[in-house]
């Protein structure tokens, strides 16, 4: 069983920054890892991701909304995957969940049902 902790989240006003952490509790070297938010009466939606890094550098992925402003990165060794958020806008509102599943391709990173593991989720709040 993979368990998935995520932590960061907060209230934090609009143009500021957040990052947020998720620990994998097994060996995340081939695992591709995919935060996912869901705001208030809107369907949970892919904000980045990144695949495995067994013999290649990792390949970030984000949408469109986020690129240029969130960077996701991992630390193997450590079984992190962190979401540096930068110039946040009151559009990011929502809870962020992180996920996790061995071998996802880069071309289905965006597909939730693709990911058979999920933290809790964390808040994160963008005042204007």
């Known amino acids: 069983q993979v368990q998935l902790v995520e932590s960061g989240g907060g209230l934090v006003e609009a143009g500021g920054s957040l990052t947020l952490s998720c620990k994998i509790s097994?060996?995340?070297?081939?695992?591709?890892v995919g935060w996912f938010r869901q705001a208030p009466g809107k369907e949970r939606e892919l904000a980045a991701a990144i695949t495995w890094s067994a013999w290649s550098t990792a390949a970030p992925y984000y949408i469109e909304s986020v690129k240029g402003r969130f960077t996701i990165s991992r630390a193997n060794a450590e079984n992190m995957v962190y979401l540096q958020m930068n110039m946040l806008k009151p559009e990011d509102t929502a809870v962020y969940y992180c996920?996790?599943?061995?071998?996802?391709?880069?071309?289905?990173?965006?597909?939730?049902?693709?990911?058979?593991?999920w933290g809790q989720g964390t808040q994160v709040t963008v005042s204007s």
């Open positions: 996920a996790a599943q061995r071998g996802v391709v880069y071309s289905s990173l965006t597909d939730a049902s693709q990911y058979g593991y």
């Open positions: 097994k060996r995340i070297g081939v695992y591709s």
